[in-house]
């Protein structure tokens, strides 16, 4: 069985948040579960790249939009490498592949005269880029409640596709096909909004040209909803490519809800249009909201660093929390103190310790050598069935995207398991030679348990396989989802390890910034006011604007030979390196600078010191006791202008 399973394309204007994480993680989970079954699985995500908001973005940091999506881009697939996304393509939307599609499609809907061209008035949000209507404003404002900004009047010739056209073959499909829109609050949401009349939609834009242009009119470039959401296409190489035979229809466009009518309703009707056939099912998921409320994004500015949240907690406890949070439906909430609690409480006690405590016994009880088992009894029939009873539910509810549910049952499994190790009391039998068998039966079976749990957890977090693997003797038992109900599988006479704990729990406070004891009073500021550099004369705006400061990154920093004070650092800045000498080595060893984002003065005419050209200067701040490198966090781009 083929499955094709696609996340949106994310807007690079901004780094990837827990918020666009989730919809990643869920469908990789999807997809691992789906190749696990023994599918023909492919999983695609990308970027959408062609915004109006990304080229006034861009424009506003004073960087070239190709290097600022580059930069951004970079950050999604590196976090996604970090969070073990198992993606088989990443399209990006600046692609020709994808282009050319576009504007093959573009042609085709003209040619049928489905697309014409007329006059766009009307307003548009640019941070939705999405156009409105005067009356679905609300009070003058974009009327999606979690945007709720400004819109602009836009007035220019335009292309138009006939929506209208297709408004009852659209809702007829709707009707024939309950599974189509998920889950069915959407559903009938999309249901109301189509009834109440689908205009004709602008597909194109003249006022500026950052995207494709339509190949027969180039002052225009496609409206980016029509070029992104024919990326599910372009990517498998529509109309031709043997992988769009074989993988078209998706069977899951996976989506927060905010973008299911264009899903539900542009997109379908796009692929009417074109007499392809329409995607099984589009679901759309709450949202991750913050504690105090509100849907976590980069505006809000509540969203938290991905990648310093992966390094505290590393990729498994992250991708737990968001799929085990977002309930079915509803939204879900994302806190630091909640994840780190479910952290320890579900991963770190409930499996980490059962992994643990049950191999600690093998290795006490019986010299980490798996016995033979005995008889079974009831209990163990009981956790056999159980076992399959996880396996179907969790797979069904994965086929439903309701991974909270699917977890839900491993979870049952995982506590079944705690429990029976405390209704057989393994400590008791070894201390009577009598109980060998049971001994043997119950041990075998608690690590026939930590072999299925592997399985089971494996769609999911896909790092606890590899940490149980080397503990079970270093044999893969992990990749074969029907084997979590299967028994027997490990061969007695291997040896287990017990290992560290594969959960250890986390102290949130370690993380928390340390209150600064009360401080003496100090006058060594006074005296160092005193002894401040007199400022240097007064120069105009022009003067200063001649010197262009840029942010860059230290790639690699080594000790200049013969000079005490000199550091040659290699520096990155959007794409292109440079290599710089700076007189910080008195303050900074190499290791601490490599990573670091700093200023450098760029126009500089280069100068030879120690024999090396040195081009550019860092800035740096410094007093009668030290000096320090002035820089950025890390959300500004390299390239990017500092005024
Ligand atoms: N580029 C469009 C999608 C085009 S698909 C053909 C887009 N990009 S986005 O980057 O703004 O958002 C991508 C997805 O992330 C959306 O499905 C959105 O719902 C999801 N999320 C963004 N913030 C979110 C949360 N706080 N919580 C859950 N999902 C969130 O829209």
Same mark, same amino acid.
């Given at each position: 069985?083929?499955?094709?399973?696609?996340?949106?394309?994310?807007?690079?204007?901004?780094?990837?948040?827990?918020?666009?994480?989730?919809?990643?993680?869920?469908?990789?989970?999807?997809?691992?579960?789906?190749?696990?079954?023994?599918?023909?699985?492919? $999983?695609?995500?990308?970027?959408?790249?062609?915004?109006?908001?990304?080229?006034?973005?861009?424009?506003?940091?004073?960087?070239?939009?190709?290097?600022?999506?580059?930069?951004?881009?970079?950050?999604?697939?590196?976090?996604?490498?970090?969070?073990?996304?198992?993606?088989?393509?990443?399209? %990006?939307?600046?692609?020709?592949?994808?282009?050319?599609?576009?504007?093959?499609?573009?042609?085709?809907?003209?040619?049928?005269?489905?697309?014409?061209?007329?006059?766009?008035?009307?307003?548009?949000?640019?941070?939705? *880029?999405?156009?409105?209507? *005067?009356?679905?404003?609300?009070?003058?404002?974009?009327?999606?409640?979690? @945007?709720?900004?400004? /819109?602009?009047?836009?007035?220019?010739?335009?292309?138009?596709?006939?929506?209208? #056209?297709?408004?009852?073959?659209?809702?007829?499909?709707?009707?024939?096909?309950?599974? $189509?829109?998920?889950?069915?609050?959407? %559903?009938?949401?999309?249901?109301?909004?189509?009834?109440?009349?689908?205009?004709?939609?602008?597909?194109?834009?003249?006022?500026?040209?950052?995207?494709? #242009? /339509?190949?027969?009119?180039?002052?225009?470039?496609?409206?980016?909803?029509?070029?992104?959401?024919?990326?599910?296409?372009?990517?498998?190489?529509?109309?031709?490519?043997?992988?769009?035979?074989?993988?078209?229809?998706?069977?899951?466009?996976?989506?927060?809800?905010? &973008?299911?009518?264009?899903?539900? &309703?542009?997109?379908?009707?796009?692929?009417?249009?074109?007499?392809?056939?329409?995607? #099984?099912?589009? $679901?759309?998921?709450?949202?991750?909201?913050?504690?105090?409320?509100?849907?976590?994004?980069?505006?809000?500015?509540?969203?938290?660093?991905? $990648?310093?949240?992966?390094?505290?907690?590393?990729?498994?406890?992250?991708?737990?929390?968001?799929?085990?949070?977002?309930?079915?439906?509803?939204?879900?909430?994302?806190?630091?103190?909640?994840? !780190?609690?479910?952290?320890?409480?579900?991963?770190?006690?409930?499996?980490? +310790?059962?992994?643990?405590?049950?191999?600690?016994?093998?290795?006490?009880?019986?010299?980490?050598?798996?016995?033979?088992?005995?008889?079974?009894?009831?209990?163990? #029939?009981?956790?056999?069935?159980?076992?399959?009873?996880?396996?179907?539910?969790?797979?069904?509810?994965?086929?439903?995207?309701?991974?909270?549910?699917?977890?839900?049952?491993?979870?049952?499994?995982?506590?079944?398991?705690?429990?029976? /190790?405390?209704?057989?009391?393994?400590?008791?039998?070894?201390?009577?030679?009598?109980?060998?068998?049971?001994?043997?039966?119950?041990?075998?079976?608690?690590?026939?348990?930590?072999?299925?749990?592997? &399985?089971? @957890?494996?769609?999911?977090?896909?790092?606890?396989?590899?940490?149980?693997?080397?503990?079970?003797?270093?044999?893969?038992?992990?990749?074969?989802?029907?084997?979590?109900?299967?028994? +027997?599988?490990?061969?007695?006479?291997?040896?287990?390890?017990?290992?560290?704990?594969?959960?250890?729990?986390?102290?949130?406070?370690?993380?928390?910034?340390?209150?600064?004891?009360?401080?003496?009073?100090?006058?060594?500021?006074?005296?160092?006011? &005193? +002894?401040?550099?007199?400022?240097?004369?007064?120069?105009?705006?022009?003067?200063?604007?001649?010197?262009?400061?840029?942010? !860059?990154?230290?790639?690699?920093?080594?000790?200049?030979?013969?000079?005490?004070?000199?550091?040659?650092?290699?520096?990155?800045?959007?794409?292109?390196?440079?290599?710089?000498?700076?007189?910080?080595?008195?303050?900074?060893?190499?290791?601490?600078?490599?990573?670091?984002?700093?200023?450098?003065?760029?126009?500089?005419?280069?100068?030879?010191?120690?024999?090396? !050209?040195?081009?550019?200067?860092?800035?740096?701040?410094?007093?009668?006791?030290?000096?320090?490198?002035?820089?950025?966090?890390?959300?500004?781009?390299?390239?990017?202008?500092?005024?």
């Amino acid at each position: 069985m083929k499955y094709y399973i696609t996340t949106p394309i994310y807007y690079p204007n901004s780094s990837p948040h827990i918020g666009t994480a989730y919809t990643t993680i869920a469908a990789d989970a999807m997809a691992r579960l789906r190749r696990m079954k023994g599918d023909d699985v492919y $999983f695609l995500t990308g970027t959408d790249e062609n915004a109006q908001k990304i080229i006034r973005t861009a424009e506003s940091a004073g960087v070239d939009p190709h290097v600022y999506v580059d930069d951004i881009v970079s950050r999604f697939r590196e976090l996604w490498r970090l969070l073990n996304i198992s993606n088989d393509d990443f399209i %990006r939307t600046t692609e020709a592949r994808h282009a050319e599609v576009v504007q093959y499609i573009f042609n085709k809907l003209y040619e049928k005269g489905d697309i014409y061209k007329s006059e766009y008035e009307g307003w548009y949000c640019t941070p939705c *880029e999405t156009f409105w209507t *005067e009356n679905r404003l609300v009070d003058g404002k974009c009327p999606n409640e979690d @945007c709720a900004r400004e /819109v602009e009047l836009l007035k220019e010739e335009s292309y138009f596709f006939k929506m209208s #056209k297709y408004q009852g073959k659209l809702l007829q499909y709707i009707n024939d096909n309950p599974d $189509f829109i998920k889950p069915l609050s959407r %559903r009938n949401e999309m249901i109301r909004f189509i009834e109440g009349g689908l205009e004709d939609l602008c597909v194109s834009r003249t006022t500026f040209n950052w995207g494709i #242009k /339509v190949p027969f009119d180039p002052k225009h470039v496609v409206y980016v909803w029509l070029d992104a959401l024919i990326n599910y296409i372009s990517a498998l190489g529509y109309p031709d490519h043997e992988k769009f035979k074989k993988y078209w229809p998706a069977d899951v466009h996976l989506m927060g809800k905010d &973008i299911v009518r264009f899903h539900s &309703i542009i997109w379908p009707i796009i692929l009417m249009a074109l007499d392809v056939p329409l995607p #099984k099912m589009v $679901f759309g998921h709450g949202w991750f909201l913050g504690k105090e409320g509100g849907k976590i994004s980069k505006s809000r500015g509540n969203a938290q660093d991905s $990648f310093e949240l992966i390094a505290r907690y590393g990729p498994d406890p992250i991708r737990y929390f968001l799929l085990r949070e977002m309930q079915y439906g509803l939204d879900g909430t994302y806190s630091e103190d909640d994840l !780190v609690e479910k952290l320890n409480s579900d991963l770190a006690n409930d499996l980490g +310790n059962y992994v643990s405590r049950s191999l600690a016994m093998v290795v006490k009880y019986i010299d980490g050598k798996v016995p033979t088992p005995g008889q079974d009894t009831d209990l163990e #029939k009981e956790i056999k069935e159980l076992s399959s009873k996880v396996k179907e539910s969790a797979e069904e509810k994965m086929l439903a995207c309701d991974p909270a549910s699917a977890l839900e049952y491993v979870w049952q499994f995982v506590n079944r398991c705690n429990k029976y /190790v405390d209704e057989t009391a393994p400590w008791n039998l070894a201390k009577d030679q009598n109980n060998t068998e049971r001994l043997n039966t119950v041990l075998y079976t608690m690590v026939e348990c930590i072999r299925i749990l592997g &399985i089971l @957890c494996a769609p999911f977090m896909p790092g606890v396989p590899e940490k149980i693997r080397p503990l079970l003797g270093g044999m893969d038992f992990f990749s074969d989802w029907e084997k979590a109900d299967s028994w +027997n599988v490990i061969q007695p006479g291997t040896i287990v390890d017990k290992g560290q704990p594969i959960f250890p729990r986390i102290d949130l406070s370690q993380f928390s910034v340390e209150e600064t004891p009360e401080k003496q009073p100090d006058n060594t500021a006074e005296i160092k006011e &005193i +002894n401040m550099v007199p400022i240097k004369d007064e120069i105009t705006y022009e003067d200063f604007a001649k010197i262009d400061l840029r942010i !860059v990154k230290i790639l690699q920093a080594e000790k200049v030979e013969k000079a005490d004070k000199l550091l040659k650092l290699e520096v990155e800045m959007a794409g292109e390196s440079r290599t710089v000498v700076a007189g910080i080595a008195g303050y900074y060893t190499a290791e601490e600078l490599i990573g670091k984002k700093v200023v450098l003065v760029a126009n500089l005419k280069p100068v030879k010191l120690r024999g090396i !050209v040195s081009q550019g200067m860092i800035l740096a701040a410094s007093d009668s006791e030290g000096l320090e490198v002035l820089g950025v966090e890390k959300e500004i781009i390299t390239g990017g202008q500092v005024k």
